[in-house]
Nanobody
Framework: QIQVVESGGGLVQPGGSLRLTCTAT?????????MAWFRQAPGKEREGVAC????????HYADSVKGRFTISRDNARSTVYLQMNALKSDDTAVYYC?????????????????????WGQGTQVTVSS
């Protein structure tokens, strides 16, 4: 019974900040999994935002968010975070957390949405004045 749950979305003004949280249950070892954040705006394809390796030491970001967003993890709590600063209107989307077994160790890159087996339900982020 693997479950992934996101929280922390909401309505924020341009230039504001939000912190998203993703908690996974049912994985024998949470630190066997690379974790990623994706987002999907209405009418658009789901796109990768960031990913992190098992320990948190290696991270990757989409060019559109680099320098503004930070992905991190706390393996003791089976939790991944996405700190989002300097938010823009085009950051508006449903944000999803996803897990893939040893992805960065095996392949060395974040990959596409179709590569991930375990997904959360999504949390809405709306950036608007």
């Amino acid at each position: 019974q693997i479950q992934v749950v996101e929280s922390g979305g909401g309505l924020v003004q341009p230039g504001g900040s939000l912190r998203l949280t993703c908690t996974a249950t049912g994985l024998n070892r949470f630190d066997d999994y690379s974790m990623a954040w994706f987002r999907q705006a209405p009418g658009k394809e789901r796109e990768g935002v960031a990913c992190v390796n098992w320990s948190g030491a290696t991270t990757h970001y989409a060019d559109s968010v680099k320098g503004r967003f930070t992905i991190s993890r706390d393996n003791a709590r089976s939790t991944v975070y996405l700190q989002m600063n300097a938010l823009k209107s085009d950051d508006t989307a449903v944000y999803y957390c996803a897990a893939d077994f040893e992805r960065l160790r095996r392949l060395g890159y974040c990959g596409r949405a179709a590569d991930y087996a375990y997904w959360g339900q999504g949390t809405q982020v709306t950036v608007s004045s």
